[in-house]
């Protein structure tokens, strides 16, 4: 079955360092891959997404591309702040169910 | 727009106790869905109402039941509530078809049973 692989966390950085939260996929045919995004003490929201190979999605300053060659959809932000601290889901969407899939997420925490 | 939203925020039940968690949406949208969120296991889908009139279990759906009682509204029933079900519950909602995989989540209700 579908399934999505996110590295684990927590990821701690200093602010305005480079952030890399890696995700890859397992799906049949062609699935829209999705990042959401988790503040404390509310619901995910999605952050971006992309629908087929080589489409970069991009949001708020973070961006992911689709890589169809490696399966993965790595969320990437080039300097990150205090409040980008919150957990992130990669999810990916395929087949007739239209239930996403989504990864367990990892949480990033931002220091200043 | 309000979104989505759930009442009530926080809940603390006894065992045994039953009670009704509510959802409603104001975008439209066709399909609802109930998730559970507990630490180291993500999300995982309780029940889903892909359409107005339609419910269907996901990947966890013992001990719950849920009614679609118009297109706005959607909500989660615990008859006799377990410590296994305490837990941070969203619903979402979204669009039919391939946009279903958009979804849009409520803040949650953090639900503690003792």
């Known amino acids: 079955g579908d399934s999505v692989t996110q590295m684990e966390g927590p990821v701690t950085l200093s602010e305005e360092a480079c952030l890399t939260i890696?995700?890859?996929?397992?799906?049949?045919?062609?699935?829209?891959l999705f990042w959401y995004v988790q503040y404390p003490g509310e619901g995910l929201q999605l952050l971006l997404k992309?629908?087929?190979?080589?489409d970069k999605g991009s949001n708020k300053g973070f961006e992911a591309t689709y890589r169809k060659e490696t399966t993965s959809f790595h969320l990437e932000k080039g300097s990150v702040q205090v409040s980008d601290s919150a957990v992130y889901f990669c999810?990916?969407?395929?087949?007739?169910?239209?239930?996403?899939?989504f990864g367990r997420g990892t949480s990033l925490i931002v220091h200043p | 727009n309000a979104g989505v939203t759930q009442t009530p925020k926080f809940q603390v039940l006894k065992t045994g106790q039953s009670m009704t968690l509510q959802c409603a949406q104001d975008?439209?949208?066709?399909?609802m869905y109930w998730y559970r969120q507990d630490p180291g296991m993500g999300l995982r889908l309780i029940y889903y109402?892909?359409?107005?009139?339609?419910?269907d279990k996901g990947e966890v759906p013992n001990g719950y039941n849920v009614s679609r009682l118009n297109k706005r509204e959607f909500s989660l029933r615990l008859e006799s509530a377990a410590p296994s079900q305490t837990s941070v519950y969203f619903c979402?909602?979204?669009?039919?078809?391939?946009?279903?995989?958009?979804?849009?989540f409520g803040p949650g209700t953090r639900l503690t049973v003792t």
């Open positions: 979402a909602s979204s669009e039919s078809g391939s946009e279903a995989y958009e979804q849009y």
């Open positions: 109402s892909a359409s107005e009139g339609t419910t």
């Open positions: 890696n995700c890859t996929y397992t799906a049949t045919g062609y699935p829209s």
């Open positions: 992309a629908t087929k190979a080589d």
């Open positions: 999810a990916l969407g395929a087949g007739g169910s239209y239930i996403p899939t």
């Open positions: 975008m439209n949208h066709n399909s």
